[in-house]
């Protein structure tokens, strides 16, 4: 059992200086820009906890406030979903704008539909926490949308933030052509897919990388897993 405790703050951080606001419109899901009508928003921030919590609108409009310059976790939760979190960077700025298509919701169907696909993965067919991801090589100012997936060379693996020492788990891949779970594959396949199951809720360290000659390249970041939830990573980026 981790020992990790989320702490809930019950000040708001309206009108302080120190407050970034996040707006932005949420979609259905990653692929679905369909906007997200009634689901909660809530917004962690460095240490894991949470500072704000909205509701969006009949757009999918909604708006958060945020610690300024901090990395900051964005729970998506509503009927129909599993809990979401996705992660980022509030900024220096008084209001940034995510992005579109950067905060989207997980309907239960695509869940499960990931659960399917990686069936046979350990914890694939249980009721835990998910990692699921598309590695993507990073390329400074390029559209995320025109990055390719690595293929075949492709990694992932999540280690306990709070527990380091317990080592890392490697994360299950799909075969070469990418339609099922293949418990003999070290890297991701030509989707560049990867999953990991039965994840207890908290803070995570994810680390996606690629081999290539010369040793490995990594990508590292700290992530937040919403109890019985998930974090989607697509793309998971991967220096080049």
Known sequence: MRAWTPAVLTVALTGCATAVEIEGIATTSKDDDTPLVGATLSLRNQDFDEVDTTVTDDKGRFYLDAPRGESIHIVVSGEGMVPVALAGESGLSDTFT???????????????????????????????????????????????????????????????????????TEACYLDEDGVAYDPEAIATGASGRFALFGVEGGPWTLTVGRYASGGSRLGRSTIFVPEGGAVSRRPALVPL
């Open 98 to 168: 995510v992005p579109s298509g950067q905060i989207w919701g997980l309907p239960e169907t695509e869940a499960a539909s990931w659960r399917a696909l990686f069936a046979g993965c350990p914890g694939a067919d249980g009721d835990g926490g998910m990692v699921i991801g598309e590695t993507r090589l990073y390329v400074v100012e390029a559209d995320q949308a025109d990055l390719a997936p690595i293929e075949a060379y492709g990694f992932a693996q999540l280690q306990d933030t709070l527990a380091p020492e317990d080592g890392t």
